[in-house]
Every structure is written in structure tokens, then in C-alpha cells.
């Protein structure tokens, strides 16, 4: 799976890879990288021999979910491994083409919440803001590729004022997560209006934006828009990467950036087949997620989107990777995984089982090395006691 030295705490430049030296004077804007991403066959071609379920599934993407692949996270494809956990992510596969039965367009049921196109109003104090359906890159997996990327039948369109309106007068809502598509494609000028709207509603306590743009495009993570974005505190980012090669230097520098803007960071990862399926992958993740000042928060089990069954793991597996980290690692290494109910449960917490038995005196509890603890209840205190501890406390009194 990957190099051997993907799973080692380093961090490594891999510019310009693919692309002829003469692009380095180019390589750090983000424009030109927006500009040169692979989302042809041919332009796929040029660089990498594709294996015939991946001609066939660049083929069959053009009207579900575009390819669009920035070169900066191109460059991290190992081109002699077919297996590339990297490739799995950004490159169509065949098998997308198929919908397995439990399939949905929709896994999380957001359009049946949405009071307001664009806004998905789920739980009584947050909502999710969809502000874009366009990413730096797409992954296939996509939990949103019904309206992401402009390709397919369903279009996002988010209805600004109506939206701002709901914010208003839902004063029940103190935390907006600005998510997509990735809101950091848009200007700085563009995203700072949104913020500067937001923050002029004086119950929206809590913002936070949903980016995997430090990842596909840390070009992208300027000064000028750390600047910017200090200015709207308490402002969160989750970030979403899910394998170890994607904490590239450049990658790590743009993270740097950001906390030094006094921006708490946390990831998301999605637990895909042959990408981050293990225990091993997942603890260097999160080992260099920690050097990147980046809390680990959601390990995702893979929404059931159409096409998604060759990426999908059982639900054990994820079970397996906590139980292989709670106690073998640092404890803010230790995202949570999380199933999003489908047709709109929510996140859905799901532990490792702990407790070996339960009864009204005590819990059997076994620790992450297997070792057995019993925790009894609190015993309740014996009215003689208290009679006793009275007395002592009346004559101590006295004696002053
Ligand atoms: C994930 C999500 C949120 C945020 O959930 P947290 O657990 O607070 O991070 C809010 N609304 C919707 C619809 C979501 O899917």
C-alpha cells in the first residue's frame, strides 16, 4: 500500500513531480495550480499508465461526478503502484458506474432538512451552510456528488438572502459550519463578505468551515487569507485528509499558517478500502496530523453514495482501527468514528466495547491490553456514620 517510507513521521516536497521544471516559477500560486488540474483522459494519459477499470471509469465520469485532480495532490500518485492509495481517491474507477442496492443518492437525507436551499438544518443549534458546489479537487467518494462538481442531474442552489434571513431569525442557532464544495476556492474578498454577514448575527457564537483545500491546494492558504480570517474568531477549520503521504511540506506549512492564526484545527478522514483501511495507516495519519497541530475529530464509516461499494469497509473495521489506537497512542490522537445515520440520522458515535459486564453493584471494564477492571457503585453512606461524623464535628466545635 503506498511507499514504504508513507507510513514514516517526515515530511517531504514533491514538486514538481510530474510537471517539467520550467513550472516552478508557477508551482506556489494557486491560480496556476487551479488552472493546470488534471481532469481530462488525455491530460491523465500524459502522466500515468492507467489500468483499464480506470480508462473505463474516467469515461463514465463525465456525467456524475467530474475528475478534476490540482498538480499539487497528483504529484503524490506513486505511478508504479496501481494500488496507490492516493489514486484510489482522485481517479474514476469502473466500478463507480455501479449502484449497489442499499446505494443512495442522497445517504444523509440533507435535502429533506433544508429550510432554505443550501442550508441543512439538522440539529437545534448548528446548521451546515452549503456554499459551494465546487472543490479544488474531487474525491469519488463524495458524500455531496449529487450536486458537487456541476455534472449531474441535481444542481446546489444556495439562496443567499433567504439563508442569511433563516440565520437571523433562528436565534436557536449559534454555530454555522460553511462547508460545500470547498468555501476556501472562493476570494478572500468573497469569503469575508460571508463571514463579515455571519458575524453580524449576534447569536452565531461558533463559526467553522469545512476545507480539504489545505490538502488538494495549500498554495491557497496565504497570509493574506490567515489574516483575513482572524478577524472572525471563534473561528474553527476541519481539514479532511486520510492518508499519511497527503502531509506533504508544503501541506504542513499551510496547517502551520493557519493555527498561527489562532484557527483550531481538526480532520476528518473517511475509512476507505485500500486507501487508510488500518490500523497501521490510520496511527501514522494521525502521528502527523499532531505534528501539523491538527486534533484528529471524525474517523467517517463511507456514506452510502452511488458507486461507492468498491471504497466501502465493513463497519468493524472502523471499530477495530479505535480499538487499535484508544490506549496505544496519544489520546488527542484519537478521533471518533462516526456513522451518519442514513436518510438523516446524524453522526452516530461507535466505541469499541469496554464494559465485559454490568450490574447494579459494579462494571467489569477490560483496558486497551485486555486486562480486566471492576469498578464498583459508590457504596451509599450508612446513617450511622453520618450520626457518628456529627458528634465528632459538634465536640470539635466546642473544644475552641
Ligand atoms: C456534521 C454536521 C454538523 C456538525 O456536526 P458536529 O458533530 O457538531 O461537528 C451539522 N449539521 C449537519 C447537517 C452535519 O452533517
Not at 19 to 46: F, I, Y
Not at 213 to 232: A, D, G, N, S
Not at 268 to 293: F, P, T, W, Y
Amino acid at each position: 500500500m503506498g511507499h514504504s517510507n508513507d507510513l514514516e513521521p517526515s515530511f517531504r516536497s514533491h514538486s514538481p513531480g510530474y510537471w517539467p521544471e520550467s513550472v516552478m516559477p508557477h508551482w506556489d500560486d494557486a491560480t496556476w495550480q487551479l488552472k493546470n488540474r488534471v481532469s481530462t483522459l488525455a491530460a491523465l494519459e500524459e502522466r500515468l499508465t492507467l489500468t483499464d477499470e480506470e480508462r473505463a471509469g474516467v469515461l463514465l465520469a463525465g456525467n456524475k461526478l467530474a475528475m478534476s485532480i490540482t498538480p499539487h495532490f497528483f504529484n503524490l500518485i506513486d505511478a508504479q503502484n496501481p494500488d496507490c492509495p492516493i489514486r484510489r481517491q482522485v481517479i474514476p474507477r469502473i466500478e463507480e458506474g455501479w449502484d449497489a442496492p442499499e446505494e443512495m443518492a442522497d445517504p444523509c437525507g440533507e435535502d429533506s432538512h433544508m429550510p432554505v436551499p443550501g442550508l441543512v438544518h439538522r440539529y437545534p443549534d448548528r446548521v451546515l451552510f452549503l456554499v459551494t458546489d465546487r472543490c479544488a479537487s474531487y474525491c469519488r467518494y463524495c458524500t455531496r456528488s449529487r450536486v458537487v462538481s456541476g455534472v449531474g442531474d441535481q444542481h446546489l442552489e444556495t439562496q443567499w438572502e433567504p439563508a442569511f434571513r433563516y440565520l437571523e431569525q433562528h436565534t436557536e442557532i449559534r454555530d454555522v459550519l460553511l462547508s460545500g464544495g470547498d468555501p476556501l476556492l472562493f476570494s478572500d474578498a468573497k469569503l469575508e463578505k460571508i463571514l463579515a454577514r455571519l458575524r453580524a448575527i449576534p447569536h452565531l457564537q461558533f463559526l467553522r468551515i469545512g476545507s480539504r483545500i489545505p490538502i488538494f491546494l495549500p498554495q491557497r492558504i496565504t497570509p493574506e487569507l490567515c489574516t483575513m480570517l482572524q478577524k472572525y474568531h471563534p473561528l474553527f477549520i476541519s481539514i479532511h485528509t486520510n492518508h499519511p503521504r497527503e502531509l506533504t511540506l508544503e501541506v504542513k506549512q499551510g496547517l502551520e499558517r493557519l493555527a498561527n492564526a489562532g484557527i483550531p484545527l481538526g480532520n476528518q478522514s473517511v475509512i476507505l478500502k485500500g486507501v487508510n483501511d488500518s490500523v497501521e495507516v490510520q496511527k501514522a495519519l494521525v502521528h502527523k496530523l499532531l505534528m501539523c497541530r491538527v486534533r484528529p475529530y471524525y474517523l467517517y464509516q463511507c456514506d452510502m453514495i452511488r458507486g461507492s461499494s468498491h471504497l466501502r469497509t465493513p463497519v468493524s473495521r472502523g471499530v477495530e482501527i479505535i480499538d487499535g489506537l484508544r490506549g496505544h497512542t496519544t489520546g488527542y490522537a484519537i478521533p471518533q468514528f462516526v456513522i451518519d445515520g442514513p436518510g438523516g440520522g446524524g453522526k452516530i458515535p461507535l466505541n469499541p466495547n469496554y464494559i465485559v459486564h454490568r450490574d447494579p453493584d459494579k462494571t467489569v471494564l477490560r483496558n486497551y491490553e485486555g486486562e480486566i477492571f471492576e469498578y464498583p457503585e459508590p457504596s451509599p453512606i450508612p446513617a450511622s456514620e453520618l450520626l457518628r461524623l456529627r458528634d465528632q464535628a459538634t465536640s470539635s466545635c466546642g473544644a475552641h
